[in-house]
């Protein structure tokens, strides 16, 4: 039996809704034939979205859309795609295959899936091959409600109304594909980027991020907080989970015992990263809060056999399930800090929520975690500890077997988030919830399979939530049975 307390008397505060946001570049499929259709291809669309991959992902209620990239972000140039389709320029995407971008999908576009996802924007500017004006055209095309040259040309493109785009992010990685830049020099660039990121409304006030470090480059977090850390608003990091090495990541379906645990230890490195990134955001923050951004992480794995390699199509197993739970156990627990973090990416790429082919669509055991977690959003975090032992035969890859995290709604129910990592074990919980009072119910969901269990375009239903059965109520919380490798979400109603 392992005790599990979570204790509603304690909180590190809100956890930002933000944290369960998105990413999405012009990689592969998941801008092109993924969210976005040729309106007369056949499969059915709203203005060109795909109208069962919306409806799909409109049930996570997705808080932020980071676009367009990534490393795509740093060769856009964003007037290539306003205006009418047929003026576009037609571009290389010289990052992800080397393919033709007719820029169909550009700024207008943007807005209208977020409009139809319910979702704020996240814009991701241009400085490693772009320049400073640019940038600043693109906020007053973007912001400006008022009279101006940008604001003109975008109600010759057919909008009206400023669409009031909130966050901007100075460049993505900038220290690799976003220009090889050292950290002084980004600084210098960073501070000058944000000066001309204007506010064109007092009530719509722009939040500038700044393209961090990656993965445990505290270096950079420290060089970019002493000399831009009073310009910008927040400072991100990126880290990916890849279970062997960059040349051999290792694949995504056909994985051993071994690369499981590797792969989830890995994962579970985020926590240190958070810590060590904040404590050093911390300490050159001085007056101002500066918040910590994740806006890229996940899996990720060798592409799929026979698909193209700069497309980064991959499967998503229970093993991503596990990831996609201790991630953003992590950041709950971290909510003090972490403001927002962008899973890569949305769709066809990466550990994406959801898979399409021709008209087809699945949904990752991935977008299945983040349903069952959407209330811990903008919910008040609950202080939680829990008894673990190790999983797993290696000493260098072995985890702990549960990771929990919880979170109080406005209407005082309680969730409760918990993954057992142990593949062939199941777990006996006995979760103790302190100053919640009398409990009525207690109701769980658990999505559970073999590591490797995965859906397809002919099972798409094999990895789904179900109903946890044979949940007890005790005197001071409720007891449940986890089965192996799993994740459960509980809703714990008090009286
Ligand atoms: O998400 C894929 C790529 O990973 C992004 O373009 C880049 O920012 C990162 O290296």
Not at 113 to 134: D, F, I, M
Not at 172 to 188: H, K, S, V
Request: charged share 20%; with cysteine.
């Amino acid at each position: 039996m392992s005790k599990a307390i979570i204790n509603a008397n304690r909180s590190k505060g809100v956890i930002n809704r933000n944290i369960y946001g998105q990413f999405s570049e012009h990689l592969g499929r998941c801008i092109y034939n993924g969210v976005y259709v040729d309106e007369a291809s056949g499969i059915p669309n709203e203005n060109g979205m795909r109208a069962d991959v919306i409806q799909a992902l409109r049930a996570l209620r997705i808080p932020v859309l980071r676009w367009p990239g990534g490393c795509f972000a740093d060769t856009y140039h964003w007037q290539d795609g306003i205006g009418p389709r047929e003026n576009r320029k037609k571009i290389v995407n010289t990052n992800w295959g080397g393919v033709t971008e007719d820029n169909f999908f550009g700024t207008h576009e943007f807005m209208e899936l977020c409009r139809q996802l319910g979702c704020e924007p996240y814009l991701s500017g241009n400085v490693g091959s772009g320049t400073v004006q640019e940038f600043s055209d693109w906020v007053e095309y973007c912001n400006m409600g008022g009279q101006s040259p940008m604001a003109e040309l975008r109600r010759a493109n057919g909008r009206e109304e400023p669409w009031h785009v909130k966050y901007w992010g100075i460049g993505n990685e900038t220290w690799g594909c976003g220009g090889n830049m050292r950290p002084q020099f980004y600084a210098d660039l960073c501070r000058q980027y944000a000066t001309y990121i204007r506010s064109y409304d007092e009530a719509h006030q722009p939040y500038r991020i700044a393209s961090g470090a990656n993965a445990d480059d505290y270096h950079w977090t420290k060089v970019l907080m002493e000399i831009a850390g009073g310009f910008v608003d927040a400072v991100s990091f990126h880290y990916y989970t890849v279970p062997g090495v960059w040349e051999h990541k290792g694949s995504a379906l056909d994985f051993s015992r071994e690369e499981y645990f590797t792969t989830l230890r890995k994962a579970l490195r985020l926590e240190e990263l958070v810590e060590n990134h904040s404590r050093i955001i911390r300490h050159y923050q001085g007056d101002r809060k500066v918040g910590l951004i994740v806006d890229e992480w996940g899996t990720w794995f060798d592409v799929e056999p026979g698909t193209n390699p700069g497309f980064l199509y991959q499967q998503n197993t229970m093993r991503d399930a596990l990831v996609a739970a201790v991630s953003l156990n992590i950041f709950n627990n971290h909510c003090d800090t972490v403001v927002m973090a962008n899973i890569a990416q949305l769709v066809n790429v990466l550990q994406a929520m959801v898979l399409t082919e021709g008209d087809r669509m699945l949904l990752t055991p991935t977008y299945h975690v983040f349903e069952m977690y959407k209330n811990h959003q903008d919910a008040r975090q609950l202080e939680s500890y829990v008894e673990t032992s190790l999983a797993g035969e290696a000493a260098e890859s072995q985890v702990p077997n549960l990771h929990i995290s919880a979170s109080q709604g406005p209407d005082g129910t309680v969730l409760v988030t918990a993954a057992n990592l142990d593949d062939a074990q199941g777990a006996e919980l006995d979760c103790a919830l302190a100053g919640l009072g009398r409990i009525e119910r207690v109701t769980g969901r658990v999505l559970a399979g073999a590591a490797g269990a995965h859906n397809t375009f002919d099972a798409p239903e094999t990895v789904r939530p179900v109903a946890l059965e044979g949940i007890e109520l005790t005197a001071d919380g409720f007891k449940a049975s986890l089965p192996p490798c799993c994740v459960a979400a509980f809703e714990v109603k008090p009286a």
